[in-house]
């Protein structure tokens, strides 16, 4: 069976513009002729169809349910993105166990032909459910901004995921900066605190500025990269997704999404012994 990219998108703390990143960096990766799915992993306050303008009928509790497979509830995006749509405002839904979260994640055995990548759009914070979604993807990359909370929550993410579990490489995205030097100043100052305290490595994809036109998309629920191509998040979004295309492919187990799937069922295992 031929790699899949899976690829985590994840910040530690919310308002960081970690979805909108996760839509539209997809959106780019499709328009350069990748086949993509977005999961939207936040399983209680899931908002990629709202960023989207669409209004799923159905979502991932009815696949976890039984009466909808991954192939019905998946949604026809922009540019040939494919959505799965989370379920919003369903309690039962944000405290799955990791049984349940591998029930859902065994759906995509259904698909795994026909993408090259899968992007997961995690919730915000430490919880199990982000824990695992992280710990089963082939790659992870933490979104920070220019906040103090969002330096703090993504060093306590990357530090979890070290030391607990030894993930030890991370990609980091700087979002909403007022510019490049303030972005890369931005990821050396999370770099230096991570190399002081921690064994990881740290690698730095790119800079989202601060763009007007990517609140009036967002007022549009129309993404940036569709409604105003040449703005400067647009084009910052479309450099990212060059890096990411160029990240060698993993051609052993864990680029696969049955690795993904089994990587969730292990760890629902562990939690269903403990």
Known sequence: MKPVRVIAITSGKGGVGKTNLSVNIGIALA?????VALLDADMG??????????YPKFNLSHVLS??????????DGPSGLKVIPGASGIQKMAELSTIEQAAVVRAFSEIDQDLDVLLVDTAAGISASVVNFARACQEIIVVVCDEPTSLTDAYAFIKLLNRDYGLSHFHVVTNMVQSIQQGQALFQKLTKVTDHYLDVTLQFEGVVPY???????????????????GSKASLAMKTIAGKIDNWPLKSQ????IEFFIEKMIQYGSEEYAA
């Open 211 to 229: 763009d007007e036109y990517l609140r009036k998309s967002v007022q549009k629920q129309s993404p940036v990269m569709v409604s105003f191509p």
């Open 253 to 256: 187990a864990g680029g696969y």
């Open 45 to 54: 306050l899931a908002n990629v169809d709202i960023l989207l303008g669409m």
């Open 31 to 35: 328009q350069m002729g990748q086949r």
């Open 66 to 75: 039984g009466d909808k497979t991954l192939d019905e509830i998946m949604l």
